[in-house]
């Protein structure tokens, strides 16, 4: 027992360095993936000097990094600058060894949302399923055959998602209830929608958004995606974007064919927004409204938010926190991430996240001297 238990530390550090190894390495094949798209747009490298400058830039953390993303990131933000955080680097060290794992599935799970962030209005919640347990949004435990019931009792649209594990706008799914009649563009019914959506899920009423949000892509609930930092002693905000359905998509995400405009300082959109395949567009597609100048309602109410309801939970570093405004100019949580939160969208958007705090907080993370 006494060998077992020298020999069991051990096997989990070499399984989290491989775990690590295998991280950094999906990044990095996704920038060069971005790369090589690029080089077949004709986009130039960067320069001999440009190089040698990051180089020396990192080396001072002690650091060699991978350029293909400063190259991409030069190219699509529009500006080259030493201080882009590398996305192996970002989420193999920076993010991860901010996390408490024995935390995370709690804090991100949507079934928790109600009771772990009292100080923020979040979605309405028909039906919770829980390990495969069906509970109302009177606290009712349900057999499914209630559930179903209670469901078709309910009148308008809905929408339903995973309660964890749901990035990127995956296994969404909407539906409509009138009269009792369930219609989904799937063609089954509900108990075939609740059967292939597994045993930890939320059922939500759609919220209707207020106009000025929604005025990009009606189709979609439109919100903005904010992240902030506990530094130690207080939460700072660091990048925030807002995102916008295309082509009649019920979702905003940017891995879903959506599309990402930076906020600045101001609360005001940049000039344009981009979509996954790094394209940019000075008015929407569909509806032709400009992003240049759009005033975010509530925007810094939104960051004000994130940052109190970061302080309450400083097992996490980093905290990405999805916001969308009602038709009543409410706030409303949509969702937090904490883990692979996405750091692309931000840089791409708005240059390098921590700007001009970068030394001193990758010296505090890095446990290097400036």
């Known amino acids: 027992m006494r060998s077992l238990n020298k020999i069991y530390p051990l096997i989990l550090s070499i399984n989290e360095q491989y775990k690590l190894r295998r991280l950094g390495n999906r990044?990095?094949?996704?920038?060069?993936?971005?790369?090589?798209?690029?080089?077949?747009?004709?986009?130039?490298?960067?320069?001999?000097?440009?190089?040698?400058?990051?180089?020396?830039?990192?080396?001072?953390?002690?650091?060699?990094?991978?350029?293909?993303?400063?190259?991409?990131?030069?190219?699509?933000?529009?500006?080259?600058?030493?201080?882009y955080i590398p996305e192996d680097l970002f989420?193999?060290?920076?993010?991860?060894?901010?996390?408490?794992?024995?935390?995370?599935?709690?804090?991100?799970?949507?079934?928790?949302?109600?009771?772990?962030?009292p100080k923020v209005k979040t979605p309405d919640i028909v039906l919770k399923a829980e390990n495969g347990f069906f509970t109302?949004?009177?606290?009712?435990?349900?057999?499914?055959?209630?559930?179903?019931?209670?469901?078709?009792?309910?009148?308008?649209?809905?929408?339903?998602?995973?309660?964890?594990?749901?990035?990127?706008?995956?296994?969404?799914?909407?539906?409509?209830?009138?009269?009792s009649i369930f219609k989904s563009t799937k063609k089954d019914d509900i108990g075939e929608l609740l059967e292939r959506s597994?045993?930890?899920?939320?059922?939500?009423?759609?919220?209707?958004?207020?106009?000025?949000?929604?005025?990009?892509?009606?189709?979609?609930?439109?919100?903005?995606?904010?992240?902030?930092?506990?530094?130690?002693?207080?939460?700072?905000?660091?990048?925030?974007?807002?995102?916008?359905?295309?082509?009649?998509?019920?979702?905003?995400?940017?891995?879903?064919?959506?599309?990402?405009?930076?906020?600045?300082?101001?609360?005001?959109?940049?000039?344009?927004?981009?979509?996954?395949?790094?394209?940019s567009y000075e008015v929407h597609p569909q509806t032709k409204e400009r992003f240049a100048g759009f005033d975010v309602p509530r925007f810094g109410d939104i960051i004000e938010k994130a940052r109190e309801l970061h302080r309450e939970m400083k097992y996490f570093r980093f905290a990405s926190w999805d916001f969308a405004i009602d038709r009543d100019q409410n706030i409303i949580m949509i969702e937090v991430n904490l883990d692979g939160q996405g750091l692309f969208p931000h840089q791409m958007v708005n240059g390098p996240l921590f700007g001009e705090h970068t030394e001193r907080i990758l010296s505090s993370i890095l446990n290097t001297d400036e």
């Open 27 to 83: 990044y990095r094949d996704k920038v060069r993936k971005m790369d090589r798209l690029l080089t077949g747009k004709g986009v130039k490298g960067l320069t001999p000097s440009q190089k040698r400058e990051v180089d020396n830039y990192w080396k001072r953390f002690g650091l060699k990094v991978d350029m293909n993303c400063h190259r991409v990131l030069t190219a699509v933000y529009g500006e080259f600058d030493v201080r």
């Open 91 to 117: 989420f193999t060290r920076i993010e991860r060894g901010g996390i408490d794992h024995s935390m995370l599935r709690v804090y991100v799970d949507k079934n928790n949302y109600k009771k772990l962030y």
């Open 136 to 179: 109302n949004e009177e606290g009712e435990i349900l057999t499914e055959r209630k559930a179903i019931e209670y469901i078709l009792s309910g009148e308008g649209r809905f929408i339903l998602k995973p309660s964890l594990l749901s990035g990127g706008g995956k296994r969404i799914e909407t539906f409509e209830i009138h009269n």
């Open 198 to 279: 597994g045993k930890n899920f939320v059922i939500e009423r759609m919220m209707e958004q207020y106009p000025e949000m929604g005025k990009f892509h009606p189709s979609s609930v439109n919100t903005v995606r904010t992240m902030t930092m506990w530094d130690g002693n207080d939460t700072r905000a660091l990048s925030s974007f807002m995102r916008f359905g295309n082509n009649g998509s019920y979702v905003d995400n940017f891995s879903s064919g959506g599309m990402i405009c930076g906020i600045d300082n101001m609360g005001r959109l940049r000039r344009s927004a981009k979509d996954m395949d790094m394209n």
